[in-house]
């Protein structure tokens, strides 16, 4: 079974405080990727990453950066964290070639006071 | 991307068949239909995808109109472990370019599945 895990279940910051999410996949996937979940806004994607060192804005970009080091990690950061980013974060990642699933994470869920 | 609706909730009897629809009049000639489902505090989790034809797997059905404007996600039997919200997404066949993979979530439909 594909796991992709994150590092916390629950994290709580303060406003100002540098954040970092961290994501780990088993299943040797090229593509990765960040998404928030927010209660009436569904899923959106916040980044992704096609390859190592490689990364594209998804959605709503501004206020993160991701960093992708090694091909089965793929990191969040908050730079300077603030109480609109409060928020469910889930990594998912995929392979390529015709099966087309993203396998998600159990996400993170992250307050920022 | 294209987009889909869905209702907002259905309800369901437990050992029941359940249909979920989904309209998606704009679709283009390379999208896949997939489906995820999100059960509570969980990630989503992929349940099925189709182009064309029907297809079936160990979770669920899913069938295709014949225009490819809508198509339907079958539970055979639901269980209360069915209870989700369940995701219709159109997702391009690949045509190249690094938005290959992304997948654009609706609000989906929240299945209630009683005892």
């Known amino acids: 079974d594909v796991k992709v895990t994150q590092s916390s279940r629950y994290l709580v910051k303060r406003t100002g405080e540098k954040v970092f999410l961290e994501c780990v996949q088993d299943?040797?996937?090229?593509?990765m990727f960040w998404y928030r979940q927010d209660p009436g806004l569904g899923l959106r994607l916040i980044y992704f990453s096609y390859d190592v060192k490689m990364k594209e804005k998804g959605d709503i970009p501004e206020g993160y950066s991701v960093s992708r080091e090694k091909k089965e990690r793929f990191s969040l950061i908050l730079e300077s964290a603030s109480t609109n980013q409060t928020s469910m974060y889930l990594c998912a990642s995929r392979g390529t070639g015709p099966r087309y699933e993203q396998y998600f994470g159990p996400g993170t869920r992250l307050t920022v006071t | 991307d294209a987009k889909t609706t869905q209702p907002n909730s259905m309800e369901s009897n437990e050992e029941e068949p359940v249909h979920l629809p989904c309209n998606h009049s704009?679709?283009?000639?390379?999208?896949?239909i997939h489906w995820y489902r999100q059960l509570p505090s969980q990630g989503p989790e992929y349940v099925i995808h189709?182009?064309?034809s029907n297809v079936n797997n160990r979770m669920a059905s899913l069938a295709i109109a014949e225009d490819r404007k809508s198509s339907t996600l079958i539970l055979h039997r639901a269980t209360l472990r069915d209870a989700a919200v369940y995701y219709c997404i159109l997702r391009d066949r690949g045509a190249g370019g690094t938005s290959y993979g992304k997948l654009t979530f609706g609000q989906g439909t929240i299945l209630t599945v009683h005892p």
């Open positions: 704009t679709i283009s000639g390379t999208d896949y």
């Open positions: 189709g182009l064309t």
């Open positions: 299943m040797d996937h090229e593509n």
